[in-house]
């Protein structure tokens, strides 16, 4: 809690009411004291560096080499991954991590290096070490992807926490992705990004950094290769970014330059090598598969915010009489009683298992808002549960800490310790047994709802962090993550034959294990387009595959031609959400109306497609959302692109991010891509101009594709798309087994020429067959 705090606090007074600002107002106050007396003064401090090496002692997949005032472990896994540790740090713990690391590569090998320098040379990597700690990562062919300049500690002379700097030198081409959902992307370019899930307290843009999910995770594509590397620690920190400049300097390059300073915690960093698919696939089997989400959760869903019952049923009705595809209805915090979690507001929702089953006989689901803050009042039995279980956080004197929530002053349970999460997670027993479907976290930073600080949580604050002990400025960051740990398991364990369906506006590294993010809705304006792209794809290439923002909603202004563009790229995005009761169609008239029915109507016939991707994900770590570099990151235009995204390896989307425009330009990868409109075919590399009516957007297919689409009568039908003559295509189908967890049967395909006409037919053991399913060839007219 600091002073920026306080100050939202007073403001908040004005804008949410005299009581709950008051509220917010003493809660600050409260925290700022806690932590003037919980918080030890850092005071003087003593810079150090690593000195001079020492000595070496090998160990399984590398070593451990000491310098004079530290010492390093470097180790590589057997997925490839390297790892390395100062002053002793080892990856665990660790809650990134999905379980036990990997073990260590048995073939890597620890080696003396020139000038006194060590080096573990990998089938994959090449790790030097130099003599005074700077450390390199090697292709096998030695061309440098990271230099790691020797770190820096500032250590408080009288005892505590190190504050450390890592510097890092990257290729003068390379260009950096990733640090999880960042409004400015999907291309970070120079400047300071925060390392605090930190509500914007405003539908963010561009210009706004941090948001509510922050990673140490950069991903950085260069000519020679593209590697992943993550910091593996949760404390509060700032990474400064500097692209690299070729022929600068009397034709000397430039390299392009990251600076990590962090407030504590371990120094230590994994490091992947690869193309982008491989990358990402270490990953996440280091961090976790992404959570398969239900069958349903692909589909369109509604935020409803005003209305009770009644108004629900009206409105499913007027979707369905309309023709607009509707899957779940999420409700927010309105239908509780009195805001108070774990209840419902009888006078709106006298009957919700009743509705909720109506619902679903129509194919809809209804998914409720959960947030951490429990009203801190006797006789609200979750209080009280929780009170007895000692589940909420203390301050550094043991008194219970207390924060403002929608219902009014709350306390907070403790997500870091195993008891809390799994008292919390039998709590969605309530919900289940209302009739919802799934479950989405807000205000999960966590945050007060009036002040929308950095943390309605004083730093101070005491955590059990697994048992080891400590405070929120390690907690905050994974609060969330742990949040959504408990309802993921408490949910299977309630509901042992369903895939539980989990959204958090907040995470860290390792959120794809438990389910997806939602970030809320975007700045108002046409600047929010391309920050709906860009917090899905960074958070895409961090292994968090399922994610998406709000349509329409308070800020998306009245615009019908801003509306349906947003609703245009919704229809593409993985999680595809749009307000209800607000900015919604039929406020702007029949014809957009019918355009709006066009993308929800196509988001329904690729939900085939979708749940393909959902499985790849889960398999291979590759998101659904892709940037357009995905296949051939050594292509610059492309790696420059931030205006467009590839779908899964089949299409490519091209949103219209500007108002008025009916015409806009695409950057093609390589290949022969068809526009699914006119079946147009153009040739990539390069860049073609293509119509955008207010009706559509441009979407191309790859030549040779093999899409798996809803037909007419709800099953899976193949749409393929002609190869280019003499080539070959395919594709994958993963049928929808229902939302239980039995693994599907894996449908491989082929498409080919055959004299002058598309032959499919489906791989299988031994041979090839007839596809089985419907096929619709497109293309043909172009050869």
């Known amino acids: 809690m600091n002073g920026r705090d306080l100050v939202r606090s007073v403001k908040v007074i004005g804008s949410t009411g005299a009581a709950q600002g008051l509220r917010t107002v003493r809660a600050a106050w409260r925290g700022r004291r806690a932590d003037a007396a919980g918080l030890p003064s850092r005071g003087a401090e003593r810079a150090r560096v690593p000195g001079p090496v020492l000595a070496a002692e090998p160990g399984p997949g590398g070593g451990v080499i000491k310098f004079s005032r530290s010492e390093l472990r470097v180790t590589v896994a057997v997925n490839g991954a390297v790892f390395w540790g100062w002053d002793g740090a080892g990856p665990e713990p660790s809650y990134a991590l999905a379980g036990h690391c990997p073990e260590p590569d048995p073939r890597a090998a620890l080696e003396p290096d020139k000038d006194g320098g060590w080096r573990v040379v990998a089938e994959r990597v090449t790790v030097v070490v130099s003599r005074h700690g700077a450390l390199e990562v090697c292709t096998p062919g030695g061309v440098t992807l990271r230099r790691e300049l020797p770190p820096r500690w500032w250590e408080p002379v009288g005892g505590g926490t190190a504050r450390w700097a890592q510097r890092s030198e990257v290729a003068a081409d390379a260009r950096f992705f990733g640090l999880g959902g960042r409004g400015g992307g999907p291309v970070l370019r120079d400047g300071v990004y925060r390392l605090w899930n930190t509500a914007p307290g405003r539908a963010p843009g561009p210009g706004d950094d941090p948001l509510s999910l922050t990673m140490p995770v950069q991903l950085v594509v260069a000519d020679a290769a593209t590697h992943l590397a993550f910091y593996d620690t949760s404390w509060d920190g700032t990474v400064t970014l500097r692209e690299g400049e070729e022929g600068a300097g009397s034709g000397h390059d430039r390299c392009g330059g990251s600076q990590l300073r962090m407030d504590g915690g371990p120094l230590r960093c994994w490091v992947m090598v690869g193309t982008p698919a491989r990358v990402l696939h270490a990953w996440v089997s280091l961090t976790g598969a992404p959570a398969l989400p239900p069958a349903w959760a692909l589909g369109h869903h509604v935020r409803w915010g005003a209305g009770g019952e009644r108004e629900i049923r009206r409105f499913v009705a007027d979707c369905r009489e309309r023709g607009l595809p509707l899957d779940a209805v999420h409700l927010d915090s309105a239908h509780h009683d009195g805001h108070r979690v774990f209840t419902v507001d009888r006078d709106g ?270 398999w291979t770590g590759a998101p659904y959302v892709r940037p357009v570099w995905w296949g051939a990151p050594e292509d610059r235009a492309l790696r420059d692109c931030e205006d467009a995204f590839l779908l899964g390896d089949c299409l490519l989307v091209a949103p219209v991010l500007v108002p008025g425009a009916d015409r806009r330009a695409v950057q093609l990868p390589r290949g022969r891509w068809y526009d699914t409109a006119t079946e147009r075919a153009y040739e990539g590399p390069g860049r073609v101009l293509v119509d955008a009516p207010l009706s559509r957007i441009p979407v191309f297919a790859r030549a040779g594709a093999v899409l798996p689409v809803r037909g007419a009568d709800g099953g899976t039908e193949l749409e393929v798309w002609a190869p280019a003559l003499g080539g070959t295509g395919g594709g994958l189908v993963v049928p929808d087994v229902g939302d239980g967890w039995d693994e599907p049967e894996i449908e491989r395909y082929v498409a080919r020429w055959e004299r002058r006409r598309v032959v499919v037919e489906r791989e299988r053991e031994g041979g090839v067959d007839e596809p089985g399913r419907p096929v619709r060839v497109r293309g043909l007219g172009e050869r």
């Open 349 to 618: 929702f006298a009957q919700v298992p009743v509705l909720a089953e109506e619902l679903r006989r129509d194919g809809v689901r209804l998914v409720s808002v959960v947030q951490p803050g429990v009203e801190a009042a006797p006789g609200n039995a979750v209080h009280d549960s929780g009170a007895a279980l000692d589940a909420f956080v203390r301050d550094a004197a043991g008194r219970v800490v207390r924060g403002v929530a929608r219902s009014g002053e709350a306390v907070f349970p403790d997500f870091t310790h195993a008891r809390v999460r799994e008292w919390w997670g039998r709590l969605y027993g309530e919900r289940l047994s209302q009739g919802f479907a799934g479950f989405w976290h807000d205000m999960n930073e966590p945050t007060s709802f009036a002040a929308f600080g950095e943390s309605t949580l004083p730093r101070s604050t005491r955590h059990s962090l697994e048992g080891r002990g400590g405070d929120h400025r390690e907690a905050h960051n994974v609060y969330a993550l742990c949040m959504a740990r408990a309802v993921h398991e408490g949910v299977r364990e309630l509901v042992p034959r369903e895939r539980p369906f989990v959204l958090s506006r907040s995470g860290w590294a390792g959120m794809q294990r438990y389910g997806g993010t939602w970030s809320g809705g975007v700045a108002p304006g046409w600047a929010g387009l391309r920050t709906a792209l860009s917090l899905v794809v960074g958070l895409g290439l961090c292994g968090v595959p399922y994610s998406g923002t709000d349509v329409g909603g308070p800020d998306a202004g009245r615009s019908p031609e801003l509306f349906l563009r947003r609703l245009q790229l919704g229809a593409y995005l993985p999680l595809f959400r749009t307000w209800a009761g607000l900015r919604e169609p039929r406020e702007f008239g029949a014809d957009v109306v019918e355009h709006a029915r066009v993308a929800l109507v196509e988001r329904r016939r690729l939900l085939p497609y979708f749940m393909t991707l959902a499985h790849v994900a889960r």
